[in-house]
């Protein structure tokens, strides 16, 4: 098992995932989540806690990027509210989830979702 110390490893999971969340426009979460959950034995809401700080950190670096190119992207900004208000208000129910379901059970869900979505939308484009 990984542990949430290990410098070489959390530096490659973070490359990683930074690389597929610039990159594709998301994948921070996804990446590095689900291998935190899968590869260690800490609990998961500190895996997120953890996973959430940084994600904010990476966050500001890709707004950054994006704001200094925003007069050459278009941008479907009602898009944008509706993917933050479903975020908003998704965030205290997933919180309280990872308070009460067991670690290796979620880590299987969301494992599964994400093949399950990222699967659809491999076949149907």
């Known amino acids: 098992m990984a542990e949430l110390n290990n410098p070489k490893y959390l530096t490659f999971l973070g490359a990683t995932g930074g690389f597929i969340d610039a990159s594709g426009g998301g994948g921070w979460g996804p990446i590095v ?3 935190l959950l899968a590869t260690t034995e800490h609990e998961p809401r500190k895996i997120i806690g953890t996973v ?4 904010f950190i990476v966050a500001v670096c890709a707004s950054i990027g994006f704001l200094a190119n925003i007069s050459r992207i278009d941008i479907d900004w009602s898009a944008v509210g509706g993917l933050a208000l479903g975020g908003v208000l998704m965030a205290p129910v997933a919180a309280k989830l990872v308070s009460v379901v067991p670690r290796r059970p979620l880590g ?3 494992a599964t979702a994400i093949i399950v979505i990222n699967g659809i939308r491999l076949l149907t484009t």
């Open 52 to 55: 959430s700080a940084a994600e």
């Open 33 to 35: 989540t689900p291998t």
């Open 108 to 110: 299987i869900a969301v």
